[in-house]
């Protein structure tokens, strides 16, 4: 499985855009990249996934460039209830997932 | 709606006493089932998975064991707790078929006096 590197933590405020990157260099042909967003005390919600090049929903969008060594989840417009851990992972066929630290996103007014 | 319920949420037990927690869930047929651990601001550890009945895989040896008496019923269990045993619990399920999002509980955090 794909090994991934995220910043630990981040800043950010009301109503701005938020981006954040994933290193996934060693990522396998059939890995796909799944991010997961975690509230204090709560169970892990899948936001998003994708393979190669863009893919949005109601959410987040979600970019992968050509050689899949990195991705990045956009956030648009967060609000102070996006405050939480949001884990990348590699996720192959077998669909074992393997959680990192994750990032912690602290949303200010 | 596909729903999963784990119980109890929290649970407070003694070294050395027994464990339970069951996760169940509702509104699909024959799903992978998972079971992790958290510690304290960590990531999630795998601990156990399952793709049918009396079918479990274990990905961490330790003193807890895994059991899915039905299909849609998940358990984990241990005879014998330890301090270190103590965390965040988290039971999930995917649809069968390689990368399904996973979904999960609310957890059972587990301490042990």
């Known amino acids: 499985l794909a090994k991934t590197t995220q910043p630990i933590s981040m800043d950010s405020y009301e109503g701005q855009e938020v981006n954040i990157t994933c290193s996934h260099n060693n990522i396998a042909t059939n890995d796909y990249i799944t991010w997961y967003q975690q509230f204090p005390s709560q169970g892990p919600r899948f936001i998003i996934q994708?393979?190669?090049t863009k893919v949005t929903n109601e959410v987040a969008s979600l970019f992968i460039p050509a050689d899949r060594k990195s991705s990045t989840l956009s956030l648009p417009r967060v609000s102070l209830s996006d405050t939480a851990v949001y884990y990348c992972l590699g996720n192959n066929a077998g669909n074992m997932l393997t959680f990192g630290g994750g990032t912690r996103l602290m949303v200010k007014p | 709606s596909q729903t999963i319920h784990q119980w109890p949420a929290t649970l407070v037990q003694p070294v050395g006493s027994p464990l339970s927690l069951e996760c169940t869930v509702e509104g699909t047929s024959n799903p992978n089932l998972y079971w992790y651990r958290q510690a304290a601001g960590r990531g999630l550890q795998l601990l156990f998975y399952s793709v049918g009945i009396g079918q479990i895989s274990s990905e961490v040896p330790q003193n807890l064991s895994a059991s899915r008496p039905q299909d849609r019923q998940f358990i984990l269990s241990s005879k014998k707790l330890l301090l270190s045993d103590s965390g965040f619990y988290l039971c999930?399920?995917?649809?069968?078929?390689?990368?399904?999002?996973?979904?999960f509980g609310d957890g059972t955090r587990l301490s042990i006096l």
């Open positions: 999930a399920w995917s649809t069968q078929g390689g990368f399904a999002p996973q979904h």
């Open positions: 994708g393979y190669k």
